[in-house]
């Protein structure tokens, strides 16, 4: 069931965005296991594509960097790398991921996280009105607009998708 809760929780990521003065609504649901973006689209009544799913991945050299892609996507990672320059690109393990961000895999957020990262964006996402984004926590993500994530995480815009 989906709410929409004035009493959203607190995180790294909500408080990121009132600091940098970016307005998104809060969006509550309940989190299911190994769901995704499609449990959360269909909880939400949103589509899956306007779900932005915040991948971490590192480098030949074990470099983190945030991915952030449609939640109705695959990253390819071979054009990735090549469009970051890169020799590989790959997901990291949850527990890795979880230490560069200070998030949980599955309320991973780009805002706030644990250490500053690289951030690219599938370049498609900002063709959509709103999007829907982790909030940093299981179970909550956060309506915004696209050219908002532009202007706070300056990502570099890629074209990626699967």
């Given amino acids: 069931m989906s709410k929409h809760d004035a009493h959203a929780p607190e995180t790294p990521a909500t408080r990121y965005l009132r600091q940098h003065g970016i307005a998104y609504s809060s969006h509550l649901y309940d989190y299911e296991e190994r769901g995704g973006t499609a449990v959360s689209s269909r909880e939400l009544n949103v589509s899956?594509?306007?779900?932005?799913?915040?991948?971490?991945?590192?480098?030949?050299?074990?470099?983190?960097?945030?991915?952030?892609?449609?939640?109705?996507?695959?990253?390819?990672?071979?054009?990735?790398?090549?469009?970051?320059?890169?020799?590989r690109i790959e997901p990291c393990k949850p527990e890795v991921a979880n230490r560069h961000t200070g998030f949980l895999v599955g309320g991973t957020s780009p805002f706030g996280t644990r250490k500053p990262m690289p951030v690219y964006m599938e370049r498609t996402i900002l063709d959509?009105?709103?999007v829907y984004i982790n909030g940093g926590r299981r179970g909550f993500l956060l309506g915004l607009h696209p050219h908002d994530i532009q202007r706070v995480l300056q990502p570099t815009l890629v074209d990626v998708a699967l």
């Fill in 48 to 87: 899956e594509h306007a779900v932005v799913k915040t991948l971490i991945m590192e480098d030949e050299h074990a470099r983190p960097l945030v991915v952030l892609m449609h939640g109705d996507h695959k990253v390819s990672t071979k054009e990735l790398a090549r469009q970051a320059g890169c020799k």
């Fill in 128 to 130: 959509l009105p709103l």
